[in-house]
């Protein structure tokens, strides 16, 4: 009955436009229909923003890349300040802060491994912080993605539960439009939503993939690079503790030299009629 209904409506009423279709529609079916509307501004708007942020995080940590292969050394940046940091900046500000813990205490080999070991944590927990970022609105657009076609079937189960309350032998079409147009529009909506974010959120999401790898192939290189730095720190404070120690014996054996240096004590004469070992001579 629905399918025979359907077609007599559309070809009577097809030149009054689709706000026919919700003027026909009963309170329940518009209520079904402005949720549906709801979550299609607000499935573009994440969308959108989603997209803009992404390219700006991207472009910001693409140019950190850059300025950092120039730099010399990379724990002796500096970040003062850590409120508007790109992620490729926050990670190299934890990477620091954790260094600038051992600093001044690096000679051996063993305290270059415990002083990586609190970088790697360090890194391992802002790479974290960093997936929680990139994968904002990404659960609002999930969720729109699954609940837009259900609410759309909501609404088309609520309008053909309308239709056949209306059906009697002497149903007319206007009886039966409200179910009908609830029916269709609700199911029009739900699609409405579905599709955009379903394609919305594939593609950022194999964005936020892609950023996710390129983050932490950059952890890996700057772990690698601060080992270097360290190594080379450790390397020179142990050269630098050699020389002072160098210079601390021959400071010591300087300030001893003139003792050891003073002539001896006079030998007593021998009494008269002894000669010296005579001892030996008895």
């Given at each position: 009955?629905?399918?025979?209904?359907?077609?007599?409506?559309?070809?009577?009423?097809?030149?009054?436009?689709?706000?026919?279709?919700?003027?026909?529609?009963?309170?329940?079916?518009?209520?079904?229909?402005?949720?549906?509307?709801?979550?299609?501004?607000?499935?573009?708007?994440?969308?959108?923003?989603?997209?803009?942020?992404?390219?700006?995080?991207?472009?910001?940590?693409?140019?950190?890349?850059?300025?950092?292969?120039?730099?010399?050394?990379?724990?002796?940046?500096?970040?003062?300040?850590?409120?508007?940091?790109?992620?490729?900046?926050?990670?190299?500000?934890?990477?620091?802060?954790?260094?600038?813990?051992?600093?001044?205490?690096?000679?051996?080999?063993?305290?270059?491994?415990?002083?990586?070991?609190?970088?790697?944590?360090?890194?391992?927990?802002?790479?974290?912080?960093?997936?929680?970022?990139?994968?904002?609105?990404?659960?609002?657009?999930?969720?729109?993605?699954?609940?837009?076609?259900?609410?759309?079937?909501?609404?088309?189960?609520?309008?053909?539960?309308?239709?056949?309350?209306?059906?009697?032998?002497?149903?007319?079409?206007?009886?039966?439009?409200?179910?009908?147009?609830?029916?269709?529009?609700?199911?029009?909506?739900?699609?409405?939503?579905?599709?955009?974010?379903?394609?919305?959120?594939?593609?950022?999401?194999?964005?936020?993939?892609?950023?996710?790898?390129?983050?932490?192939?950059?952890?890996?290189?700057?772990?690698?690079?601060?080992?270097?730095?360290?190594?080379?720190?450790?390397?020179?404070?142990?050269?630098?503790?050699?020389?002072?120690e160098l210079l601390r014996r021959a400071?010591?054996?300087?300030?001893?030299?003139?003792?050891?240096?003073?002539?001896?004590?006079?030998?007593?004469?021998?009494?008269?009629?002894?000669?010296?070992?005579?001892?030996?001579?008895?």
């Amino acid at each position: 009955m629905l399918f025979t209904v359907l077609p007599v409506v559309l070809a009577a009423e097809a030149e009054k436009g689709a706000i026919w279709y919700f003027r026909q529609m009963d309170s329940a079916g518009l209520a079904v229909a402005a949720v549906l509307v709801i979550c299609s501004f607000i499935g573009w708007g994440a969308m959108i923003q989603k997209w803009s942020d992404v390219q700006e995080l991207r472009r910001r940590n693409h140019g950190f890349d850059r300025r950092l292969r120039d730099q010399h050394s990379v724990i002796a940046l500096n970040f003062p300040g850590s409120g508007n940091l790109c992620p490729y900046e926050f990670l190299v500000a934890e990477a620091v802060s954790a260094v600038q813990r051992h600093k001044g205490r690096l000679v051996r080999q063993s305290d270059v491994r415990l002083c990586m070991g609190h970088v790697e944590n360090a890194l391992q927990r802002g790479v974290s912080r960093t997936m929680v970022k990139y994968e904002d609105k990404m659960v609002l657009l999930s969720s729109l993605v699954s609940g837009g076609p259900f609410l759309g079937l909501l609404g088309t189960v609520w309008g053909v539960m309308v239709t056949f309350g209306a059906l009697t032998e002497k149903a007319s079409i206007a009886q039966l439009a409200p179910g009908v147009c609830g029916a269709l529009v609700t199911t029009t909506l739900g699609l409405l939503v579905a599709i955009p974010a379903t394609f919305g959120y594939n593609y950022l999401l194999t964005q936020v993939k892609i950023m996710s790898t390129e983050l932490e192939n950059f952890a890996s290189t700057l772990a690698d690079r601060v080992e270097l730095e360290l190594e080379a720190e450790a390397r020179l404070n142990f050269e630098q503790q050699q020389q002072r120690e160098l210079l601390r014996r021959a400071a010591a054996q300087a300030a001893a030299a003139p003792v050891s240096a003073a002539p001896a004590p006079a030998a007593e004469p021998a009494a008269p009629g002894e000669l010296p070992g005579w001892e030996d001579a008895q």
